[in-house]
Every structure is written in structure tokens, then in C-alpha cells.
């Protein structure tokens, strides 16, 4: 017999961002939520009746159209707002919501937080690779990994080939989100390594405030500013995958999106590559 069941749609990603008026700074809400049901399901199991089924896509459907009505000012009102929409549905007996929430920091610029910049807190790690070989002096390589951002304007796609096979509709308007690697050469010999911090800073800083054609683009800029940030840097490989943020189709719930309500997706992602190096 069947002794115990539920089931649900696990790992909804939902990014939601609030412009309350135009010039005002933007605020990012990432969350990922679980939405599980218990009750009267035996029949889905044991007789293949799906008659008391609520569709897992209808959950993922209902989160990113909840979301555009509430302003998800706190995490646990629009839990509970799930909870009481699902809970309401016939045969459940009962409705379990866990969200957690990926926080977003303002990037900081000239000692000011951008209005639409920002920085995920938490797994940042710093390198360096040092390689001395019989003859000259040592090679020294530092860098920085897992340095995640995201910008809520000023990041276009547009004007790309289009082919039968092409797809992706162009935009002047999009979530850029990236993780930054970055790793670069310091002029032999140099004693000096205090670099790490100009060169964070100009790469945190570029991302904020550079108008963005494509990740490729600002990938550049980036490269170029920490180039200029410090003189005893000799290039930078900078490999930054574009975290994609899929705008969600409300439409079919007789919502409109203004940029709004978004599904955060890992894979699969672009990955953009390059080495900028002094002339």
C-alpha cells in the first residue's frame, strides 16, 4: 500500500527587479523556490488518475505570475502567498514553500552604491601562480575567481546575424550577469602587489558603469580599464560566462513583463574569452 506521498516543482528560479520610478536605484529579489503538495493523491500513484494532479509546470507558472502582481517585499509574505494560493486547491491537505534568497549588494563607484550594479556576497577566491624556471626571474600570475555580478540596465544584444536557425529575439534592454575570472601578468621583476586592488576595482567598477553591446564588448572595456589601473600589469585574460536571465512570458496569464519577472538559467550559457594585452 501506499503509506506516504508528495510531490511538487523544486528549484523555481525566479529574479524579480524593482524600479520604483524612473532614475530611482533598481533592487534585484533572486530567489529559488520549492513548492511541495500533500493530500488526496493516492489515485495518481496507485490507479494512474490524474484527475486531483496539478501540473508541475502550473507551479513553476504560478510563482513568476504571483510574483508580478506582489512586490515580494519580504521572502515570507510571498511565501505565505503561495501557501494560501495552493493550499486553496482541491484535494491538498497541504501546501510546503521554501524559498531561499541569493543576495545582491551594490557594486560600489567613486566611494557612491550604483543604482543598477551589482555584486553577489560570499565565494570569491583570489589566485596566483608563481613559475621560476633555471634562467630569468620568476613569472607571477594572480587573479581573482567566482566574482559574480550583475547589472540591471545598460546591457543590449542586438544587431547580429540571423540565419533559419536563429532564434534569439534582439534586445536593448536585459539582465547582464557574469561570473568574473580573471587572471593576469605582472612586469618582471616586480616587487609590488598591490595591484590586486586597483585591478578589482577598475573591473567591478568598468562592469557597473560601461554601456553594454555585448558581453564581448564589456569584457574589453573591463580588460582595458585594469590595464590602465596599473603599469607593472602586463595583460589580463578576463573569461566571463553570461549567467542568462530569460524574460518570462506572462501573456498567457493576461499579464504584461516589463522587464520584470525573470528565470535565472545555468546552462547551457555563452562563455566569452579573451586577452587584453599592452601595445
Known amino acids: 500500500m501506499l503509506a506516504w506521498n508528495r510531490y511538487g516543482k523544486s528549484r523555481v528560479r525566479l529574479v524579480k527587479v524593482r524600479r520604483p520610478h524612473a532614475g530611482d536605484p533598481h533592487d534585484v529579489v533572486d530567489l529559488t523556490i520549492d513548492v511541495q503538495l500533500e493530500g488526496a493523491f493516492d489515485d495518481v500513484y496507485v490507479a494512474g488518475d490524474n484527475s486531483a494532479c496539478l501540473a508541475t509546470d502550473t507551479m513553476k507558472n504560478t510563482v513568476y505570475a504571483l510574483a508580478r502582481r506582489d512586490p515580494i517585499a519580504h521572502v515570507e509574505a510571498f511565501a505565505l502567498r503561495l501557501a494560501d494560493h ?29 543604482p543598477h550594479a551589482f ?5 570569491e577566491q583570489w589566485t596566483t601562480v608563481v613559475t ?37 529575439p534582439e534586445t536593448e534592454d536585459r539582465i547582464l550577469a ?11 621583476p616586480t616587487i609590488d602587489f598591490s595591484a590586486r586592488d586597483l585591478v578589482r576595482r577598475a573591473l567591478l567598477e568598468t562592469f557597473a558603469g560601461h554601456v553594454s553591446r555585448s558581453v564581448q564588448h564589456t569584457l574589453y572595456a573591463m580588460g582595458e580599464a585594469a590595464l590602465a589601473a596599473c603599469a607593472d600589469v602586463t595583460e589580463i585574460t578576463l573569461t566571463l560566462p553570461n549567467r542568462h536571465h530569460l ?23 555563452g562563455l566569452i574569452e579573451a586577452t587584453i594585452r599592452r601595445s
Open 86 to 114: 495552493f493550499g486553496e486547491k482541491p484535494a491538498v491537505s497541504r501546501a510546503r514553500i521554501s524559498a531561499f534568497e541569493h543576495r545582491w549588494n551594490p557594486i560600489e563607484v567613486g566611494g557612491r552604491a550604483h
Open 119 to 123: 555584486m553577489q556576497p560570499g565565494g
Open 132 to 168: 621560476r624556471d633555471a634562467h630569468g626571474p620568476a613569472s607571477v600570475a594572480s587573479g581573482v575567481t567566482n566574482l559574480v555580478v550583475l547589472k540591471t540596465a545598460d546591457s543590449a544584444f542586438a544587431g547580429f546575424p540571423r540565419d533559419e536557425l536563429t532564434t534569439l
Open 178 to 188: 557574469t561570473s568574473i575570472t580573471a587572471s593576469w601578468r605582472y612586469r618582471a
Open 247 to 269: 524574460l518570462v512570458d506572462l501573456q498567457p496569464f493576461g499579464l504584461d513583463n516589463p522587464n520584470e519577472i525573470f528565470v535565472a538559467t545555468d546552462q547551457p550559457f
